[in-house]
T-cell receptor, first 114, second 112 residues
Framework: DAGVIQSPRHEVTEMGQEVTLRCKPI?????LFWYRQTMMRGLELLIY????????DSGMPEDRFSAKMPNASFSTLKIQPSEPRDSAVYFC????????????FGDGTRLSIL | QKEVEQDPGPLSVPEGAIVSLNCTYS??????FMWYRQYSRKGPELLMY????GNKEDGRFTAQVDKSSKYISLFIRDSQPSDSATYLC????????????FGDGTTLTVKP
């Protein structure tokens, strides 16, 4: 069974550019989570969806960040405009909430904003 | 104060040692307790998953939950160099089982 798939694995771009991160959750999972991980702040929950609907976006740092989940098999996290302080590893995770199952993570996107 | 506290380490032990990793928490509503292992440049990988109090064993790994003390532990027996990683504890409430609160992780090195 395929795990959570994230793309790209690495992204290097200049400040001010738009960045789009992509995630394909595990088939059949009904919740999807976006996290950011840095040495200073650890693993931070940015937003999560249940059945494609955003439930809690209180972790989104500011309006430059947006996330969408147009269907059960795809989600995007967009940063526009990007800033150097957005440099981090961004993880996507999915779970099956109805079965009280824990989250399964992708391998992340390592983002560097120059 | 964070809801979940975890000693960041780093922790270094010789091969074959017993390792004890711990987390404390403040939210008494937490019912689900997880341990994740994260290798460098990889995503967290679920290692152990327990519900409420008690012990759970899986091979060389044992997870303990003491809800009265708001304290959870992960024990690794006969540690191996391949166990070198960062270990994150995570917890969630019954009503929001999908949304977990993570500790900051403990970095473990097992030396051959």
């Amino acid at each position: 069974d395929a795990g959570v798939i994230q793309s790209p694995r690495h992204e290097v771009t200049e400040m001010g550019q738009e960045v789009t991160l992509r995630c394909k959750p595990i088939s059949g999972h009904n919740s999807l989570f976006w996290y950011r991980q840095t040495m200073m702040r650890g693993l931070e929950l940015l937003i999560y969806f249940n059945n494609n609907v955003p439930i809690d976006d209180s972790g989104m740092p500011e309006d430059r960040f947006s996330a969408k989940m147009p269907n059960a098999s795809f989600s995007t996290l967009k940063i526009q405009p990007s800033e150097p302080r957005d440099s981090a590893v961004y993880f996507c995770a999915s779970s099956l909430v109805s079965e009280d199952q824990p989250q399964h993570f992708g391998d992340g996107t390592r983002l560097s904003i120059l | 104060q964070k809801e979940v506290e975890q000693d960041p380490g780093p922790l270094s032990v010789p091969e074959g040692a017993i390792v004890s990793l711990n987390c404390t928490y403040s939210n008494s509503a937490f019912q689900y307790f997880m341990w994740y292992r994260q290798y460098s440049r990889k995503g967290p990988e679920l290692l152990m998953y327990t519900y409420s109090s008690g012990n759970k064993e899986d091979g060389r790994f044992t997870a303990q939950v003491d809800k009265s003390s708001k304290y959870i532990s992960l024990f690794i027996r006969d540690s191996q160099p391949s166990d070198s990683a960062t270990y994150l504890c995570a917890m969630s409430t019954y009503t929001n089982a999908g949304k977990s609160t993570f500790g900051d992780g403990t970095t473990l090195t097992v030396k051959p």
